[in-house]
Every structure is written in structure tokens, then in C-alpha cells.
């Protein structure tokens, strides 16, 4: 990680340019391949996405402390959650391929395991929320505790419970793109191989299936959000369009069904087969830990790295997409476009990408990284320049400042906790992420992993994942704590 | 020191300033009064050029504005200093930090922009900055964040940041709008305190006449230079005098006070205190003392 410096950083970058070029135009010849994984990998996100959920429910109930009733389910429920919400989707998806067979179900099973964690968080979150007013009154009345549930808090948090599992779905159809990767099922498989095979047109015209799915699905969920929390959803008007929509997702929920070849009896089978692996995951080996901790501190590092030439990038890239600074639209519109693009599609997508254009290793790892958040800071730092209260402007403006005064005095100080916040959200999640570029072979400790399994030395699996786990909450935790301080 | 000639701007469509002249001279200072959507806020900002004006000529001291170069623009804003209804500050920030913005303006070139631009001021800056707050009466807090304090305390501090600038001139659209009765003549003894002690010239806009006529009548000095006022009974105009300015065009003859609350379309120009002109004091109306 030490050459690291901007000369390698803009030949990094120019040669993945040259990369990008040679994908043009996308071929879309033999299409005939592609729908079917094209509606699998629908069909992973959705599943994922409703199995997650069923079990998120009672789950999110007995890990928010005003439901949960018994303190020490509480806290097991609790800790459980934690746990899960710590492994990274791909990895679970790992897991459950090496134990239970390639396939979507394995893929299905992964999204549903990181969604409980997930949506567990943001139920409990939601439940503590509440009124408490309303409780007390049914509970006056003798209800018993579900019935407190169901009459009381249950209306209070069902819209924002319908937001989360959006924002799940939205997110699971993202990772369905690539667990492909580790043979999981869905569209990642033949980026996978297209890419290897040096069919960069053929990849393209992959990537542009995949963003045109995750640009409806993002769109779709995007606008049923803002309805539900303005309370429109279903309202006189939009009947009509929204119940569409709703029979529309249903439809395709269903008919998805048909792409997961799901075989109880083989799912029956496997199940002794995870608790086989897991068994011969114990006890960890922990012979190469020194090594491991020295990867593991790499894997860290690329993390820091790439936040950081993200966060260089995102700030003019911020400014420039923000309506009150850029003033004219074809700028921040297109900007605004720019860093979408780069926030929607799945950082393993462009791993690919950088590991064929620069090679492997944590270089193309922090590449990936750094492109990747660039589209989520720039995004967020430019809703919150766009909130920027514009009276201190206006009066700084008085003085006769220049421009560039007039931002560093006004706007910045603005903006800067703000921008803090964001940064160590995202820095925790490029850990994780971090941590997993290594599948592909963009650097970090995911390489080691992946290597043990293969090699069925699932003993050092298990160290390995202990110190991902350990890393990841520590960071977690920190980070939090932070977030608190700076705002 | 401010001259605005024939002076048009429309929004939309509805005439806001309809051909307003207007000429306050050096040292004045002048309270705009007028019921609200008279279009006293869109004038004061024409000064400044946050407005621009459809047609008409506005010029501070002795130079006409020219609204369409950003540069020129810039220039003529260092010397007016501008003050705001909602004080318009930097919340999450220092006293002492908004206080040095109103520098930037003049830091603006060189190592002086450089500094400023990263963050640091000279230690002559930072002195003069402490100064200030001690003139505004909030020294002690200068090292305190804006959000933690109160109305008056945040406008003293938007006053700071004014000076701060070195101006001629000061602008205040409604400085006390938003501030409890006491706090507001303190503010506005404050806004008089600057004109007298450092001849800076002041226009300020108040919205209602009542508060005008209680605070500018009390805190006059009864012993400024302008002698020729001091006729020691007469509880407002003896040294104040008013006139209103029409929208539709010039300053028009005295009125009586009922007149003000009758008012719809018209801008009161309320001159509490003479220092250097005295030709407004000769049409002073014999009607307007008996009506206070
Ligand atoms: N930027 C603007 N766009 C459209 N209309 C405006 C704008 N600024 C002011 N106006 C209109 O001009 C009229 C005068 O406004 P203003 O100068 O703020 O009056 P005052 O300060 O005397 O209350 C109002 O009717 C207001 O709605
Ligand atoms: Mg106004």
C-alpha cells in the first residue's frame, strides 16, 4: 500500500478509461442467454428480500426493548442481530455455496440471512420509537402483550416498516448482480465469465441490463417510499397507479419462482450439510494469525485509503451537482447522473473492472472503493449544500467576499458536520466492503477466504472470518461513537 | 451618499417600485418605514445589488452601480455594510468567526486572500474584531457559538460582522423585526450610537411606525450638533422630522400621523436627527408636531 501516490492513482485511472473504451459498443448478441438470468436474479433479490423479512418480524420485536418483555431475550435477540448484520451478503452467499451447492438457493438463502440483519436493526429502531401513549391505553384496558403489539404499535411503525423493506429490496437486487460471483446464481455469473474471457462488449451489454433493472427497481421503490411516508400510498389519485405497481410486483415475485429451482428435498438435504460445515469450521486454527492480522490491516488500510481520494473526489464533484452552487441544470443534472450511476451499480461490478484494468491486488481494490463512494458522498454532500441555509451566504456575499471565501466561510462551516457524518458512515462501510474485494481478486483479506475454502482448510475459514467480524463491529462501534461526537 | 434616480422594478408582472427617487447624504441616517409588500426590502437590496432594478440609476458615494459586472459589484458591496431581520449568521460557528467574515472583503487579495480563504486571519484582524465586540457590548462572548444566544445578543453580532467590513455605509432591512420591545431599542440606540460616533451613514428599514416613532424619539441625542433642532418641547420632531416618500415617485409633503396608519402604497421616509443637512427641517409642517 506504501506506492501508493497520484502518479499510479491517474495511471490507475487512465488505464481503466482505456478498459471502459474497449467495452464500446455493448454486443448484445447471443441475447437469448440473458433473460432468464436476468429474472433469476430478480427472483434472488425478491426472495431474499421476503424470507428476510418473515423472520426480521419477530426478530425486530424481541431486539427492541419496549417489546421484547424478557431482558435476556432481549439481549441474545440483540446480539444475535449484531452478528448477522456484521457478515457481508457475498460472504454468507460463500457459505452457503460451499455448503449447500451452487445455485439461487444458496443466493435466496445469503440475501435473506443479511436482510434479517438488516431489517431486524430497523424494526427494533422503529419500535423504540413509538408513542407510548397509545400502548399505555390499550394496556389499560387488560390487552394482553400481543394484543398491545398488534393494536398499538403495530399501526404506528407499519409505514416505516414498509420503507425499510424497500430500502432492502432496493438493496438485495443490487448485491442478486454479483453473488453470481461465488456461483450463487443470477446475472454475476456471466459478467464473471465474460470478463475473464476478455469479451469486454459482451460484459457491457451485462452492466447495461443490470443498471437498467436497478435503475427501475430504484425508481420504483423510490416512489413508493415518498408515498408512503407523505401517507399518499393508495390515496383517491394514485389508486389506480399504485395498485398497479403493487400487482406488478407481485406478478413478478411469483413468476420469479419459476427461475429458483427449488427442490424442498434437496434444501431438506442440505441443511444437515451446513451443520456439517459449520462443524468442520471448529475449533479455528489459529496458526496463521500474525499473518492473517497483517492482512487484515491491509484490507483496513484500503478501506481508509479509498475514502479518502473518495472524499477528493466527491467534494468539487458535490459542489457541482448541487442546484445552488452549480445554478445551471445540464451541469448539476448530469453531475447528479455521474454520481448515480457510480453509487447504484455494485462495487464488485466495477472490481471486475479494475482488476482487468489495472490487475489484481488491493491497488484495484481501492480503485473500486474510491469510485464507488464517490458516488454516495457526492450525492450526499450535495443534498447537504443544497440545505444549506442561504441567509450567512447571502450575508458573507454583503461583505464583498469572493467566491471562494464566501464557501470556505459560509457554506463550509455549514456543511462540515454534516460532511463528517457521512464520511465515517462510509469509511465503516468501506471497511466492510473492504473485505470482501479480495473475492474477486481486488486485494485485501476476502483473497485468503476464498483461498481457504477452496482448499477446504475450513478451520482457518472460521479464524478468518473471526477476524472480520471482530474488525467490522470494532469499526462499527467506533465509528458510531464518533458519529455521535461530531454531530 | 446614496442617490437613487427614477428607480422601476417589477416581479412578475406587478410593479413593485414605480419610478422612486430617493437621496440620503453623507452621515444621514434614515429609517424607511411602510406596511409591508411596499417594497421597502426590494429598494434597500437595490443599494446593494441583490436586487436589480428594471430601469433607474442608484449611486453610493458618488459611483453609479453597475449591476452587470460581478467585479464592480463586488467593490461597491466592501463599503456597505448590510443588516438583516433574521441576522442572517453562521450558527454552528463562533461569534468571533462570523465577526471576521465581515473582513473577507477586504482581505481580498494576496497572502491576505490566501489566509483568509484557508482560514487564518492576521492577529491585527483578530484585534480588531475583539474591539469591535467591545463596541457592540458582547465581547464576553466571542469565543461562544452562535445558536447558544439570544436575538439580540446574534444581532449585535451581525452588527459586529457590518463593521467589521470598515464600511461608509449600513443597510438594515428590519433590524429589530424579530427582537422583544427593550432589545429592540437597544439595537436600534446601537444602530444610532455607530452613525453618531462613526459618521457612518444609515439606512435602515423598520417596519412599524410605532416602534419608529418610541425608539427614535427617545434615544435621540439631545445634544448632537445640530443645535438648530433642540426646540426642547416638542417630544418627537425636536430633533426628528419625517417625510414619506410615494412609490409612484418623489418625496412628497408632511402628512400627519394618522396619515402614516391610513397608508397603503407608500414608503415613509423617517429622518429621526439632522447632522449635516438641514433642508428637509424647513418643510417641517406646524401639522406634524400637533399630531404627535
Ligand atoms: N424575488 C421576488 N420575486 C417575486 N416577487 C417579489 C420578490 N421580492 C419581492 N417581491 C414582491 O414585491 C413586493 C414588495 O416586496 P418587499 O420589497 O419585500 O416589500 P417590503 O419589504 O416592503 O415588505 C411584494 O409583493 C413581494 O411579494
Ligand atoms: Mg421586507
Known sequence: ???????????????????????????????????????????????????????????????????????????????????????????????????????????????????????????????????????????????????????????????????????????????????????????????????????????????????????VIDRVSAYLRNRIIEGTFLNKQNRIKDFSLLSIIFIITILSLYFIPVSFKEIAHGMPRIWEFLNSMFPPDFSDISSYVKLMAETVGMGISGTFIAVLISVPMGMLSARNM???????????????????????????????????????????????????????????????????????????ARFIQRIRHSVFPQVMPLFNSYNLYILDRNIRASTVMGIVGAGGIGFDLVMSMKLFEYQKTATLILIILFTVMLVDWLSSYLRKKVV | MVRVENMHKRFNGKAVLNGVNMSVHKGEAVALIGPSGSGKTTLIRAINGFVVPDSGKVTVGGKGINYRNKESLRQTRKKIGMIYQLFNLVERT??????????????????????????????????????????????????????????????????????????????????????DPKTSSNILELLLKINMEKGITLITVLHHLDSVMDNFGRCLPLKTETSILTAKHAPLPKNASMTFMNLKGRLNAWQRKSAFYKAGNWIFRVVPFYRHSGHFLQDVPSGYRDAV
Open chain 1, 1 to 215: 500500500m506504501s506506492h501508493l501516490d497520484i502518479g499510479t492513482l491517474f495511471e490507475g485511472f487512465a488505464s481503466s478509461i482505456s478498459l471502459v473504451r474497449e467495452m464500446f459498443p455493448p454486443d448484445f448478441a447471443r441475447w437469448e442467454k440473458i433473460p432468464p438470468l436476468a429474472m433469476e436474479t430478480i427472483a434472488i433479490g425478491f426472495w431474499g428480500t421476503i424470507l428476510g423479512m418473515l423472520i426480521s418480524f419477530p426478530l425486530g420485536f424481541l431486539s427492541a426493548k419496549n417489546t421484547s418483555g424478557n431482558i435476556v431475550l432481549y439481549n441474545i435477540s440483540k446480539g444475535l442481530v449484531n452478528f448477522l448484520r456484521a457478515i457481508p451478503d457475498i460472504l454468507y452467499a460463500l457459505l452457503f455455496v460451499v455448503s449447500i451447492g451452487m445455485g439461487a438457493v444458496a443466493g435466496v438463502l445469503a440475501l435473506a440471512f443479511s436482510t434479517i440483519g438488516l431489517l431486524s436493526k430497523f424494526y427494533a429502531e422503529a419500535v423504540e420509537s413509538i408513542d407510548t401513549k397509545p400502548v399505555e391505553a390499550i394496556e389499560a384496558t387488560g390487552g394482553h402483550s400481543l394484543s398491545v403489539i398488534r393494536h398499538a404499535v403495530l399501526p404506528q411503525v407499519f409505514p416505516l416498516f414498509m420503507g425499510y423493506n424497500l430500502y432492502a429490496l432496493d438493496h438485495n437486487i443490487r448485491a442478486a448482480m454479483m453473488l453470481g460471483l461465488v456461483g450463487a446464481g443470477g446475472l454475476g455469473v456471466e459478467l464473471f465469465f465474460q470478463m475473464r474471457s476478455f469479451n469486454y462488449q459482451k460484459a457491457a451489454a451485462i452492466i447495461v441490463i443490470m443498471f437498467v433493472i436497478i435503475t
Open chain 1, 326 to 400: 452549480a445554478h445551471r441544470p445540464l451541469i448539476y443534472n448530469l453531475m447528479k447522473e455521474i454520481a448515480n450511476f457510480f453509487r447504484a451499480m455494485p462495487e464488485l461490478m466495477f472490481a471486475l473492472i479494475f482488476v482487468a484494468a489495472v490487475g489484481l491486488g488491493p491497488f484495484a481494490g481501492v480503485l473500486v472503493i474510491a469510485i464507488h463512494t464517490a458516488g454516495f458522498l457526492g450525492k450526499f454532500y450535495a443534498e447537504a449544500i443544497e440545505n444549506v441555509d442561504p441567509k450567512p451566504v447571502e450575508a458573507v456575499e454583503a461583505t464583498g
Open chain 2, 94 to 179: 463562533s461569534v468571533l468567526e462570523n465577526v471576521m467574515a465581515g473582513a473577507l472583503g477586504r482581505l481580498d487579495r494576496g497572502v491576505d486572500f490566501i489566509s483568509s480563504t484557508i482560514g487564518f486571519f492576521s492577529r491585527q484582524e483578530r484585534g480588531k474584531a475583539l474591539e469591535i465586540l467591545g463596541f457592540v457590548d458582547i465581547a464576553d462572548k466571542a469565543y461562544e457559538r452562535v445558536d447558544k444566544l439570544s436575538g439580540g445578543q446574534k444581532q449585535r453580532v451581525a452588527i459586529a460582522r457590518a463593521l467589521m467590513q470598515e464600511p461608509e455605509l449600513l443597510l438594515a432591512d428590519e433590524p429589530i423585526a424579530n427582537l
